[in-house]
């Protein structure tokens, strides 16, 4: 017998690459991987793209530089002209010391106003037992649907008097009574018109706080002896604070960046913004000294944002829902419920239909001032063009301009809610998918830096962008194009968030049976993960949808008369003081976005507040 052969052990060596490749390549060649670097490189083409080009602008001369400054001027060189004309020239008061104050001012109103009225309204919804809850809740939510320049018309044609050299407005009308200008335009009615516009901000945020709130922890704080106000202060704000502290963070972000309302009640009273003072810059080709406002106008934001984390950031925990079930009693409002009631009822009826029943009812007006029944038309509805009326033009339902906006508006919402809706579910799932790694946290962050850009900026990056061809991409200044892709941009936040939310409600095991029967990632992904988490898509369609139709500061920079959107020819026509056809634009916008959202909700079977609930 021979001796057994050895079999021979062959050593194969690896390069550190391939070492590399077969740990981590699995993962690397995974669709959800693959899936995520594509979303991350677009974001970075949507986000970081955009404030580079916004950075670089201000810091060079442009084109449009040479009418101001014929000598030295080579378009593309750096230059630090921009900044010094902004920050330390004999303009700097009126182009931005000025303006920054007035928009401190105004947001810092905004704020306490919409602070106090949110709250109040969350507090008496969720925690006592006030009647009509329901109603109170949705029609406390309804001011968020309308145009954030709702308000600001109504309060001008029910305040504008003859003192003003104005037509005569509703309260002198019926009462001869004439308020000073101040009142009809300025600060305090911007304050007003904004705070109305926003509380339901606060109003969603603390009513879901309160709602998660144990009442034995109030009741055990009125059997040790403490009064209701130590209560409030020492344990039901501590646990409501981080919903407190966002309501605060979006009111402010929302009130330094919008457009609409600081134009209609600030400008005829010369009373300037940082907002209306970047489209003036805009306006009048000083484009890189409109930008350096909007990197203020940023800077503002992000300072809010980290003010916010280090409140929040301080406590250790807001817990309050534990494993044994919580226990709501509501405060007994006893005899004052039918009051209180009553004040509120009055308030929402007030703020969100008063409003939209006067605008309406001067869309029908003939001559402005006259609000007798003889002075009834529609005219401006379906009349013909005549020289007499709104400079020659027709009634908006034969407006061809009006037509096509309202076309573009409802387009721009569809589509835009979708594609967002889309790109939301497809980032919730690949953040889901990478949870904890590099490539998830990175999605979550930059599709949430967008909620941090006021409106008018995040249009202004877009405009300094895309108004040339960049790489691979044309030039979309004056294309519909660029609405669709700046609408994506700015409401990704929001579809984002809703995506995460929804696909982290499906079990993993699910997918990982399809993948053992062999089923493709395309068809899983719409077999199995989208049937699961399509509510989520609609909720965060429906939110695109309903700001995308309201939007004004987001594409006055951006829409031109080849793809005007029904907020920008609104717009026009409040600067060419054509009132009647304005409100008349404004009731017919309103109704659109009412029928797509009764709509909607029909469809999934849900109601207003919570579509809403959802920004």
Avoid: C
Avoid at 251 to 257: D, H, M, N, Q, T
Avoid at 332 to 345: D, F
């Amino acid at each position: 017998m021979g001796k057994p052969e050895v079999e021979a052990k062959s050593t194969v060596s690896y390069s550190p690459f391939a070492i590399w490749f077969r740990k981590r390549g699995k993962r690397l060649l995974s669709p959800h991987f693959v899936l995520g670097v594509i979303l991350l490189v677009i974001l970075a083409y949507l986000v970081v793209a955009p404030l580079i080009t916004l950075v670089r602008t201000t810091a060079t001369w442009q084109p449009t530089d040479t009418r101001i400054r014929n000598e030295n001027v080579v378009v593309g060189q750096f230059t630090t002209y921009h900044w010094q004309r902004i920050l330390g020239s004999n303009l700097s008061k009126a182009a931005l010391w000025d303006p920054l104050l007035n928009t401190l001012t105004v947001a810092a109103g905004t704020v306490v106003l919409v602070t106090v009225i949110g709250s109040l309204l969350a507090w008496l919804v969720t925690r006592t037992d006030l009647p009509m809850r329901k109603f109170i809740s949705n029609l406390a939510v309804l001011p968020y649907i309308l145009p954030s320049w709702t308000i600001a018309l109504a309060w001008v044609q029910v305040f504008q008097n003859s003192k003003s050299y104005m037509p005569r407005g509703f309260l002198e009308y019926f009462t001869g009574i004439t308020v000073p200008e101040w009142l009809v335009f300025g600060p305090v009615p911007i304050i007003i018109a904004m705070g109305l516009h926003y509380y339901p901000f606060a109003f969603l945020l603390i009513s879901g706080a309160l709602s998660s709130i144990d009442s034995q922890l109030e009741e055990s704080g009125e059997v040790l002896g403490a009064s209701r106000l130590k209560i409030l202060r020492r344990i039901t704000f501590p646990i409501v604070l981080p919903a407190l502290t966002s309501a605060v963070l979006l009111a402010f972000a929302r009130s330094i960046g919008t457009f609409g309302t600081p134009a209609i009640l600030g400008l005829p009273a010369r009373y300037t913004l940082i907002s209306t003072q970047i489209y003036s810059f805009l306006g009048t080709g000083r484009d890189s000294q409109g930008y350096i406002l909007a990197i203020i106008l940023m800077f503002m934001s992000f300072v809010g944002l980290g003010l916010n984390y280090r409140l929040i950031g301080s406590r250790k925990s807001f817990t309050t829902i534990g494993g044994k079930g919580s226990k709501h009693s509501p405060v007994k409002l006893g005899k004052w419920k039918i009051p209180i009631t009553i004040i509120v009822l009055v308030f929402l009826v007030v703020v969100a239909i008063f409003p939209l029943v006067l605008i309406g009812w001067s869309s029908v007006m003939l001559n402005m001032g006259d609000f007798s029944l003889s002075n009834f038309s529609l005219q401006y509805w379906i009349g013909e063009s005549s020289r007499a009326y709104a400079d020659g033009a027709p009634g908006v339902l034969r407006h061809a301009e009006v037509l096509g906006a309202l076309k573009n508006s409802v387009s721009l919402a569809v589509i835009g809610g979708i594609l967002t809706g889309l790109v939301g579910m497809a980032i919730g799932y690949v953040v889901v998918k990478e949870r904890g790694k590099w490539l998830s946290q990175s999605l979550e962050q930059l599709s949430f830096v967008p909620m941090l850009i006021p409106s008018i900026v995040f249009g202004s990056i877009y405009l300094a962008l895309f108004s040339k061809a960049n790489w691979f991409i044309p030039s979309l200044y004056g294309t519909f194009a660029l609405l669709i892709v700046v609408t994506i941009g700015k409401q990704l936040p929001y579809t984002a968030r809703s995506g995460v939310s929804s696909m982290l409600q499906v079990s993993g095991d699910l997918e990982e049976a399809a993948i053992i029967q062999g089923v493709p990632w395309g068809k899983r992904f719409l077999r199995i993960m989208f049937p699961l988490t399509k509510n989520g898509f609609i909720a965060g369609a429906l939110i695109v949808l309903i700001t995308t139709m309201r939007e004004l500061s987001l594409y006055i920079l951006l829409a031109t008369p080849a793809n005007r959107v029904l907020t920008s020819i609104t717009y026009r026509f409040i600067e060419e003081g054509n009132k009647q056809i304005t409100y008349a634009i404004t009731i017919l916008l309103i109704l659109t976005v009412l029928i797509l959202t009764a709509a909607v909700n029909k469809w999934q079977k849900t109601d207003l507040a919570s579509g809403i609930g959802g920004k």
